[in-house]
């Protein structure tokens, strides 16, 4: 994220993202506080447009992607889209309902409100990997709080950009909701705008990138970032089970994803075991690959290199690649990288530095819990934590000693789709949350109120100071 020169389509974006920029912030100032029934109003048009506009949406990421599988579009994309929206209607009144207070008897007679209110005009930073979710995802808390919203979507999703803008276009005016598009100096421009809220979901680097820049303005952030996330296998966990729960969470968006089990801690004594189901739930899901349409290829040739390269340092530096290909096919002159089990690591390799962002999937064996989990203590804390284990007194340990930014037991990724829970990072995972009632939180200043009608209970603590009344308060309040 280096400062770049911008080009002529670039400067004029800029110009037309600054202009609608002021726009919304001049129609935040002249509707400060929309009603229930305008935010209600305003996500069920969104809604009715994501219905309308699923086809070309599907069509569009596909087209993105090079091939993206249209069933986990709609099951990652348009159904937690949806979902959220009926999930924020239904509860969206009593969010913004002023909440009570107490008040100290030594501030009687008064009361106490917390009111939430918009906080103006919102950023959304748009990563590649699901670009209708994590565009739809931040702008139904974004209006549900009673905002404005501006989307930067990547420049690695040109086909859903369009598609998107079409979308919400038929539903808000630019003063209210719009799609900027560019490249780089684009984002980068984006990133130092005076916004009252900045969420930027990506990579940890680009990350403090956003940050830094967000910083000049004071612009408080959301940061959901990655990391590596692990799956801990317990020793009396039944291998078939896990295996098919890991392999669907890597396999899925051929394991482009934030949450994707990033490696897994095995019992040494089943790691041969494991790879034999891992290999047989994977071979069962893809049993193809080249024309699969459940494959989804790698987004682009970048970052089908990147994998590519990591793959072959690996291997230089003494790791065993399983490839599971069932098909035995050819896949050179495609963007698909098979589903490949890592053996033998080393902490020095790339792919065990990095977040891998891949269906790549490294097995590092361990010879007690402990060991296991002091591995992930070493380590930079995930976004998210996969534990395997039936042992119920084990999982409360592990929930209650491990950090991560969300945790499955016994599944992985399917955390992000509910509803009712914060969904956000720690540390270099990332800061802050969102989803549901966290979403209209985040996306609020929950304003404290302190109201007095005519009567003054506090003249007695005015200056001059000394008075018997104050003594009185002093020994009545501070024991």
């Known amino acids: 994220m280096n400062a770049a020169q911008p080009t002529p389509e670039s400067t004029a974006a800029i110009e037309a993202m600054h202009r609608v920029f002021q726009q919304q912030q001049k129609a935040f100032r002249a509707a400060p506080m929309p009603s229930a029934e305008q935010r209600i109003k305003a996500l069920k048009h969104l809604k009715q447009a994501l219905l309308e506009y699923q086809q070309p949406l ?39 309902k002023p909440s009570r207070r107490q008040v100290g008897i030594a501030f009687q007679p008064g009361k106490a409100r917390v009111v939430y209110q918009p906080l103006g005009v919102i950023g959304i930073m748009v990563p590649w990997n699901y670009p209708l979710y994590l565009a739809i995802g931040p702008l139904v808390g974004a209006l549900a709080a009673g905002n404005r919203a501006l989307i930067k979507m990547s420049e690695s999703t040109p086909a859903t950009a369009t598609v998107l803008r079409q979308m919400l276009a038929s539903c808000f005016g630019e003063d209210e909701v719009a799609v900027i598009t560019g490249e780089v100096e684009v984002g980068q421009a984006f990133s130092k705008l005076p916004f009252d809220h900045l969420l930027f979901t990506g990579g940890t680097e680009i990350g403090r990138h956003v940050m830094r820049a967000a910083a000049e303005n004071l612009t408080p952030v959301t940061l959901e970032l990655g990391g590596k996330s692990p799956a ?21 968006n051929a394991g482009q994803t934030c949450v994707a089990p990033d490696y897994v801690l095995c019992p040494e004594d089943k790691l041969d075991i494991l790879v034999d189901a891992l290999h047989q739930r994977l071979s069962r899901m893809y049993p193809t690959l080249r024309d699969n349409p459940d494959y989804t290829w790698i987004i682009n040739q970048r970052q ?5 390269n990591w793959l072959q340092q690996a291997e230089r530096e003494g790791a065993r690649l399983i490839t599971i290909n069932p098909a035995n096919e050819d896949l050179a002159d495609t963007r698909i990288i098979a589903p490949t089990l890592v053996l033998d690591t080393a902490d020095g390799m790339t792919l065990m530095q990095e977040e891998i962002f891949g269906p790549i999937l ?21 976004l998210a934590l996969y534990y395997f284990g039936y042992d119920r007194s084990d999982q409360q340990r592990i929930m209650q000693i491990t950090h991560a930014g969300g945790m499955c037991i016994n599944d992985t990724i399917l ?11 720690i540390g270099p995972s990332g800061m802050g949350h969102y989803h549901g009632h966290e979403g209209f939180l985040t996306f609020s200043k929950a304003k404290g109120v302190y109201i007095k009608q005519r009567f003054n209970g506090a003249r007695p603590i005015y200056p001059p100071y000394g008075g018997k009344m104050l003594q009185w308060v002093y020994k009545l309040f501070i024991r």
């Open 58 to 96: 599907i069509s569009a990421i596909n087209s993105d992607f090079g091939r993206r599988s249209a069933d986990e579009t709609l099951l990652a994309e348009l159904l937690p889209s949806v979902e959220a929206i009926k999930y924020t209607t239904r509860r969206l009144r009593g969010w913004m």
């Open 232 to 252: 801990l296998i317990a020793p009396d966990m039944p291998i078939a089970d896990a295996a098919e729960r890991i392999a669907f969470g890597k396999g899925f």
């Open 304 to 308: 089908y290199q990147r994998l590519s």
């Open 362 to 382: 490294p097995i590092v064996p361990y010879q007690n819990l402990q060991q296991a989990l002091d591995y992930i203590a070493d380590r930079p804390r995930p």
């Open 415 to 425: 955390h992000v789709a509910q509803d009712d829970m914060p969904f956000g990072g």
